[in-house]
């Protein structure tokens, strides 16, 4: 009795194995699908050239008009970043960018309410200096239906809910605005009153600021340099009250980077004795200087050209990021004509921006003397065309 | 000595050949059927939820809103205004590529700035922002489309695509080609395009289908109870379509209807194995008892019987999921060609071959058969030893246990009535219903061959002299034997019989409700992608054309819609008819036809389909909440009316009250009324020219119409038949198998026969007349059975599974039909042993003694 039961038992058990396996193969056979290439959507597409307007010659500004859009030109910016503090000490570092991207020089006529020629991106990060944190956020849209644009009455530019504007009842010096900035991200949020201390600056030839040798490779360049700064920072659950000073650039153009140039260095920086340095350098292949100028902003808001056989910029210090990409992370920048000799370094070390387009967006804290004086600072250092 | 029994038992198999294999195809038949209806609804089911998948991304909700979707204000509201990040627009629709064979695709407007995290399909970061995204967001007509689609249209980039939708026509550009790169999705039926170019080519401007959201889950109830106080009231917000059930709640009916049907089969596969497994052991009586002396214990034999039922069981098994698997293919074409005809778009790609559906099948099979052994091998143990167990004491212990047969089978034949008539939802405890109606019915056989016999014994006699009436009596004196052959034939051709009668009553009431509800003379719309839903829309201008054509008596206008409400599935239908006469209306709570009349063109008054009422346990006098574009609306059902085009079930209401309630301007159809005396033909060529060229009318006459709804039923049923036939053929089987079996069995008796002088012309004839007789008493029996389970069918499980009222008819070709295949079988049963009996010498026949 006991071999039957057994045999039985041993012929069910070896039975559902076999089929079992019959079943596993029969299964895997059915998931074979064919292994997928991604074939690059770019790849499948053409660029276009386009026929967008180019920045030849100064021209004369007019606001709030030029505080708002150009839409025939292929880019454009409206660029804030600043250096805070609240009353406990805690220093924070900020930018807020929207950009305004042409897709084509060419004007769409679909019925749809949500076609345009015009994308709009905002970047969005904040140093939390004192813990040493660093947060960024983008948000992109298109141009159409209001769900970002720019617009001169009232004065408003935004990407959905992250807003530059003046207040919509504003009658003010639009040579002088008060704006409003507000931006939201998932865990840190921003929202600040500020208000011109200093004139606008017109960068290059009255504003026409070339970016290189090449004629019309040139942008439309304003900013004030040194606005005073009021308002909240929220970081997690944590709402700080904060103060200090920004530095607003504007910039619009159909300028690209001449062949060779893979970059640059920018700086803004803001002296404890009231002067402000706008400065950069385009960079080569092989990490040599290719072009640079800037602008030395006095006291009472004068400005004047800085040359780049002005400056001595030299890279001290290197920050490494996880992938291997090497950052500058400290600089000297000597000016014998200027009289200045600083050393800037970045607040905190990872302040880059790991979004489509890469880039190093940081607060910077400066020690130096100037006129033989001692003085101290704080800033903002662009390096873009390290990680390609 | 195990392995000398088990050679035995090998040589007894190999020695009979016929019913070896006969056993083993009909359990692979019964096993195959249920697990291709198994994988049918499997691949169907992973189909839908892989299109939700690919539809819906990582969305957990969207807002909604609108017949015709909604306007972009809503995502402007909820992204500029309240800051809400997770959020993507999308407009999306059915629409059909002309060119080719291919069909209906969904177009798929996107915005790629919004897609990130949603769907990565087509996304900003895919492009280079210079120019390909320029030319994607900015170009009329660029689309972009998955390789396999590509690869079916033999199209590549820079090839157009003529499409239509609501019956326009429109070109789209291929501009670039994709290929997912997870396995979890199914792109096939996609095109995309940015979501400007979808308002362009769908003429919809600033309105969008949906906005697709991810909620966290932890604030997801807050989140939503926030949004629906600020946004606009006819924002209504849904769990996305690959969280929701709602889709595939539409076709669970349909789908546990299939599983119960495809079961049948392997009922019968049962009956199948217990004959063959009766017969293997009554053949070896003899040698049982020796075995039994030598010292082999009951319990012993016991296992050995049911080991070779488990043999037989598994290798029918292994040939069933072989068969099923094949069958799965053909099946899940037949099921989703209904899917497509009742309920949604679907294509279906690859047959899932699950492990569940072959380990179901498996598992069915095997114990099928183990359980149809057990009781041949009790009987077997009890073999006494040395010595076989008369027949006749056997045949004698039925006769006198015939009036407790009887009463037994009253009582469980009576016993399936409370299950049948009590509410359930449950279909699969209806279907259990029908088991003790089988059940008893079978146990009434004995009496039914005894009075049968009786009655007819005269007429055979006289017909075919001794022979005939030998024959006759040999059918009752073996009753324990020829019952089984008698029961199991009765059920197959009963059921044959039933599902016939069900369907062909079904399609008798559709075809006089086609009739009585369809009294316009031409109807048209614009071609839809569900057959049974006529939801595409044009515009009002083409209704008003053609209603001053001066052929033109009058028109009725109608709207059907779907309605999504939080994940709830609406069909509504506005009308705006002549007169109410044409359509059948139950009211209850005395409201007259005039009171209804008044009330369906002023107020909130609805009337609902039969299958709605059933469906949502709603009945006339309720009122019902919906979710409308001007906020929530209490609706009063104030009737009930028959329809069978849906059993999702719809909702009629006055067009004045959609209007009221939606802003929705379109039509989806027209039903025309020509003057007398005009000339339909020509009316239809002139509708034709006043609908215009840029777009695609149907227009059909009232008889193309009907014709063409009873095309769309008769494929929806193909699969019924399909299940019917195959039910059919395992009981051929079986049939052969029994009878052949009980004829071989008396090969000793025949010899005693040939031996006292029978010619073997003259056995021929008694084997074939008695294998006919009983086919002629199971078809008998079956006329009963059979219209008890067409009515059941009818009555009570489409009643409880779809909501329809369908009067149950007698249909005489099935009847006809179930006796001839039942003679038929069981004479062609009978011809295969007649001549192998006929050809033994008597002697050898009689030597096994």
Redesign the interface.
Request: proline content about 3%.
């Given at each position: 009795m006991k071999r039957y039961l057994m045999s039985t038992g041993a012929l069910i058990i070896f039975v559902t194995i076999v089929i079992l396996f019959l079943i596993y193969g029969i299964q895997r056979d059915s998931e074979l699908i064919p292994s997928y290439n991604t074939v690059s959507v770019s790849d499948a597409m053409n660029a276009n050239e386009g026929n967008y307007a180019k920045a030849l010659e100064p021209r004369k500004f007019v606001f709030p008009e030029d505080h708002s859009s150009h839409d025939d030109f292929k880019i454009e910016w409206w660029y804030f970043t600043g250096n805070l503090s609240d009353e406990n000490g805690n220093r924070f570092g900020y930018q807020f960018t929207i950009f305004r991207n042409a897709l084509s020089s060419d004007s769409v006529s679909k019925q749809s309410s949500m076609s345009t020629n015009q994308l709009y991106l905002a970047h969005f990060a904040l140093t939390d200096v004192s813990n040493g944190k660093f947060y960024y956020a983008d948000k992109y849209s298109r141009g159409a239906a209001n769900m970002a644009g720019a617009s001169v009455w009232p004065l408003k530019i935004h990407v959905e809910d992250w807003t530059i504007s003046t207040n919509e009842d504003y009658d003010g010096d639009y040579l002088m605005p008060e704006f409003k900035i507000k931006a939201e991200a998932d865990d840190f949020a921003i929202e600040f009153d500020v208000v011109p201390l200093k004139s606008i600056v017109k960068h290059g030839i009255n504003g026409l600021s070339a970016k290189s040798n090449t004629p019309g490779n040139a942008s439309y360049y304003y900013s004030y340099t040194r606005m005073d700064t009021r308002g909240k920072i929220k970081i997690g659950e944590k709402n700080f009250s904060v103060s200090g000073n920004s530095w607003m650039d504007r910039e619009w153009s159909t300028s690209a980077l001449d062949s060779g140039q893979v970059g640059w260095d920018w700086f803004s920086l803001q002296l404890d004795n009231e002067h402000e340095i706008m400065f950069f350098m385009l960079r080569n292949q092989d990490d040599s200087f290719n072009f640079g100028k800037g602008t030395m902003v006095y006291p009472d808001g004068k400005h004047e050209f800085i040359s780049p056989e002005d400056i001595d910029l030299k890279v001290s210090k290197h920050w490494t990021n996880k992938d291997g990409h090497q950052y500058p992370s400290a600089w000297t920048m000597k000016s014998i004509k200027f009289d200045f000799d600083l050393n800037i370094e970045t607040q905190v070390p990872d302040q880059e921006l790991k979004l489509i387009i890469r880039y190093y967006e940081g607060s910077v804290s400066i020690n130096g003397t100037h006129k033989g004086q001692k003085l101290k600072g704080y800033g903002y250092a662009e390096l873009t065309g390290y990680t390609n | 000595m195990?392995f000398t029994v088990n050679l035995s038992s090998l040589r007894y198999y190999l020695k009979n050949p016929m019913q070896l294999i006969l056993s083993i195809v009909g359990v692979a038949l019964g096993v195959g059927v249920v697990v291709s209806i198994d994988l049918a609804n499997e691949s169907a089911y992973e189909a839908f939820k892989l299109s939700m998948r690919s539809v819906s991304g990582n969305a957990t909700h969207y807002i909604s809103g609108g017949p015709n979707g909604f306007s972009?204000s809503v995502?402007?509201q909820l992204?500029?205004?309240?800051?809400f990040?997770k959020a993507a627009?999308v407009v999306e629709k059915f629409i059909r590529i002309k060119d080719g064979k291919f069909g209906v695709v969904t177009l798929m407007g996107i915005?790629p700035?919004?897609e990130q995290g949603f769907r990565n399909y087509?996304n900003?970061?895919?492009?280079?922002?210079?120019?390909?995204?320029?030319?994607?967001?900015?170009s009329?007509n660029a689309v972009?489309i998955p390789?396999d689609l590509a690869n079916e249209l033999n199209k590549s980039?820079g090839d157009t695509i003529i499409a239509e939708s609501d019956g326009k026509i429109f070109t789209m550009s291929i501009?670039?080609?994709?290929?997912?790169?997870e396995?979890s999705i199914d792109l096939k039926n996609f095109v995309f395009t940015?979501?400007?170019?979808a308002?362009?080519l769908l003429?919809?401007?600033?309105m969008?289908s949906r906005i697709d959201l991810m909620l966290p889950e932890e604030y997801e109830k807050q989140i939503i109870y926030e949004l629906k106080q600020k946004l606009p009231d006819y924002a209504n917000i849904n769990p996305s379509a690959a969280r929701s059930k709602a889709g595939s709640g539409m076709t669970e009916s349909f789908r546990i209807n299939l599983a119960a049907m495809s079961l049948l089969a392997l009922i019968v596969g049962i009956f199948l194995i217990y004959n063959t497994m009766t017969f293997a052991v009554v053949r070896r009586r003899r040698y049982i008892g020796l075995l039994r002396s030598l010292g082999v214990?009951g319990?012993?034999i016991y296992?050995?019987v049911?080991?070779e039922a488990?043999?037989i069981g598994?290798i029918g098994t292994?040939l069933g999921?072989v068969i099923g698997?094949q069958l799965g293919y053909f099946m899940t074409n037949l099921v989703t060609k209904v899917i497509n005809d009742m309920y949604f778009v679907l294509q279906v790609q690859?047959?899932?071959?699950?492990?569940l559906s072959?380990?179901k099948g498996?598992v069915l099979g095997l114990a099928a058969t183990v359980i149809a052994a057990l009781k041949p091998a009790h009987e077997a143990g009890k073999v006494p030893a040395g010595m076989a167990l008369v027949r006749s004491s056997q045949e004698k212990k039925l006769k006198s246990q015939i009036s407790k047969f009887n009463i037994f089978g009253i009582i469980i034949f009576l016993s399936a009535l409370p299950i049948l008539i009590v509410e359930t939802d449950s279909i699969y405890l209806t279907y259990l219903g029908v088991v003790p109606v089988i059940l008893g019915f079978s146990l009434l056989i004995p009496q039914f061959i005894i009075v049968i016999v009786a009655i007819i014994k005269p007429v055979v006699s006289k017909l075919f002299g001794t022979i005939g009436s030998m024959a006759a009596r040999s059918i009752v004196t073996q009753l324990s034997r020829t019952t089984i052959a008698v029961a199991a034939l009765c059920v197959a051709v009963s059921a044959a019989i039933g599902i016939g009668t069900m369907v062909k009553s079904f399609r008798n009431t559709v075809d006089d409700w086609l009739h009585f509800r369809l009294k316009a003379d031409i109807y048209a719309s614009v071609p839809t992608n569900v057959s049974r839903f006529n939801d595409g829309t044009f515009s009002r201008d083409i209704a008003a054309r053609i209603l001053e054509l001066d052929e033109v008596r009058a028109m009725n206008l109608y709207r059907e819609y779907q309605l999504n409400d939080g994940g709830r599935i609406y069909h509504l239908l506005a009308a705006q008819v002549q007169s109410f006469e044409h359509e059948q209306f139950k009211t209850e709570g005395g409201i007259s036809m005039d009171e209804l009349w008044d009330k369906f063109q002023n107020e909130n008054s609805i009337i609902m389909s039969e299958s709605f009422a059933f469906k949502n346990k709603v009945e006339v006098g309720d009122t019902l909440s919906l979710v409308t574009d001007k906020g929530r609306v209490t609706f009063n059902i104030d009737g009930l009316y028959y329809d069978y085009s849906s059993d999702i079930g719809l909702l009629m209401l006055g067009m004045n009250t959609y209007l009221k309630h939606f802003d929705d301007e379109m039509l989806s159809g027209i039903a025309v009324f020509a003057k007398e005396g005009v000339n339909i033909d020509s009316l239809e060529r002139k509708i034709k020219i006043a609908a215009g060229d840029d777009i695609e009318f149907l227009i059909r006459s009232n008889k193309r119409l009907i014709d063409g709804s009873i095309e769309i039923f008769d494929r929806t049923f193909i699969i019924t038949n399909v299940l019917q036939l195959l039910a059919i053929s395992v009981a051929f089987i079986g049939i052969l198998s029994a009878l052949m079996a009980l004829q071989l069995e008396r090969a000793r008796e025949f010899g005693v026969l040939r031996s006292i002088g029978m010619t073997p012309a003259q056995l021929r004839k008694l084997v074939i007349l008695q294998t006919g007789i009983m086919g002629f008493i199971a078809a008998i029996a079956a006329l009963p059975l059979g219209n008890i389970l067409a009515y059941i069918l009818v009555t009570v499980v489409n009643k409880r599974s779809f909501g329809w009222t369908v009067n149950f008819e007698f249909i005489p070709e099935y009847m006809l039909q179930g006796f001839v295949v039942s003679i038929l079988a069981s004479v062609l049963a009978g011809i295969y042993p007649a001549i192998k009996l006929s050809q033994s010498s008597p002697a050898n026949s009689l030597r096994e003694e």
């Open positions: - | 195990g972009d995502y402007r992204k500029v205004d309240m800051g990040r627009p915005d700035f919004a087509v900003a970061d895919d492009f280079n922002f210079g120019g390909a995204l320029g030319d994607f967001i900015m009329e972009i390789k980039i501009a670039g080609i994709i290929e997912p790169d396995n940015d979501i400007s170019t308002q362009h003429g919809m401007g600033d969008i214990t319990n012993e296992f050995l049911l080991r488990f043999i598994l292994f999921i698997i690859t047959v899932e071959v699950s492990s072959l380990l498996m």
